[in-house]
């Protein structure tokens, strides 16, 4: 005890440079756990995409793809599934529920979703939420709309604001529906999913705005307005993908084998789990670096601890040389520089978390809403654990180099006295 307050004494003589290195630790500290919160956090949002969905169903084409533009509106499906086949499958005993989706249109870079109020009963993200609305309503009529929390944000609509949905998924459409307003029924709560950058629509508004159109061109004179659409038989004749809940997960790969070996319709199933672990085979890439960037960051801040030890030993001859007179052995003197890297790390270790948790609890509503990332303040997991391992452990190591110097000081001065 004694030697670790000579210890804490030792470094408050030199509190300019140890608090700039203990700033800098603490820096890097926060810097490295703080990325693999975000990449583990990342990573479960990203998997929990979608969650409590057994299938999603559309037309052939590959899994990752239709995970794509079904569920990240990445994309756009090569075919639609026609509305026959999408009400077999509805009607399955073994089918729960069904969540219809029809992508095509956008508003202003943003795509727009036809479905149904299913949508907001079944749909499941993170720890299996349910969407739910700031202001507003669901889909209450034909050309009522349901923004994203992003959407709402960045385009600053309210409800009962009017819009036009383009033709089309670019950034820039010259084909307006601007014969059928939709208007802002409701407006999303922020989910960190992409429906955050969505506008959900109705399956029958979506028919209705494409009354008079053939192979994606208005015929002239042809389009029906909003009292001729209401009058008028707006089911739907193809879908591109629907999301399916079973009575029993059990039957998940039967539905799904059956569906992708079915002779009459091109269909594709798959599990959402599996398509996703594949997905992120893909963007494992990244995360890596972003290891590779906080690793290097804290290795930076240990070579800045180990800098200003070793900065100081020349400072410190006197110190050793009186440690010496009151009887203290090189070993023991080793010990004490090794107890204040040790001390440094701990403090600087500390004072990271600490700026990490404070940076979570002021940052976590901006991440959601401004990138849809959400970071929540939680226990350190095990990989967080190891890290922390490895910080003391870097610590310790980079304090060896100044502890052999010091023994060497000391024997020296041992020699010195005994000559």
Known sequence: MMFLHIAARSLFSRRASVLLTLFTLALSTALLLGIEQIRAQSKAGFFNTVTGTDLIVGARSGPVQLLLYSVFHVGSATSNIRWHSYAELRDDPRVAWTIPLSLGDSHRGYRVIGTDNGMFEHYRYGDGNRLQLAAGNQLN???????????????????????????????????????????????????????DRALLVTLEGLEAVHLGWRAGVPLPGAQATPEQARQRDLTPRQLTAALVGLNSRMQAFHLQRELNSKPSDPLTAVMPGVALQELWQVVRLAEKALLAVSAAALLIGVCGMLAVLLGSMQQRRH???????????PIRISALLL????????????????????????????????????????????????????????????????????YRMALVNSLGQRH
């Open 141 to 195: 009529d034909l050309f009522s709309v349901v923004l994203g929390a992003e959407v709402a944000r960045t385009l600053d609509y309210q409800p009962n604001d009017e819009l036009i949905i383009a033709h089309g998924t670019g950034n820039t459409s010259f084909m307006q529906h601007d014969n059928m307003p939709f208007y802002v029924s409701g407006i999303l709560k922020p989910t960190g999913t992409p429906l």
């Open 319 to 329: 110190e050793i040389a009186v440690l010496r007179a009151l009887g203290a052995s």
């Open 339 to 406: 107890q204040e890297t040790l001390l440094l790390t701990v403090l600087g270790l500390l004072l990271g978390l600490a700026l990490l948790w404070g940076g979570i609890h002021l940052l976590q509503q901006p991440l959601l809403e401004q990138f849809g990332l959400h970071v929540g303040l939680t226990w350190p997991s095990t990989q967080q654990n190891r890290l922390v391992a490895i910080i003391l452990g870097m610590g310790l190591c980079s304090g060896l180099i100044p502890a052999i110097l010091a």
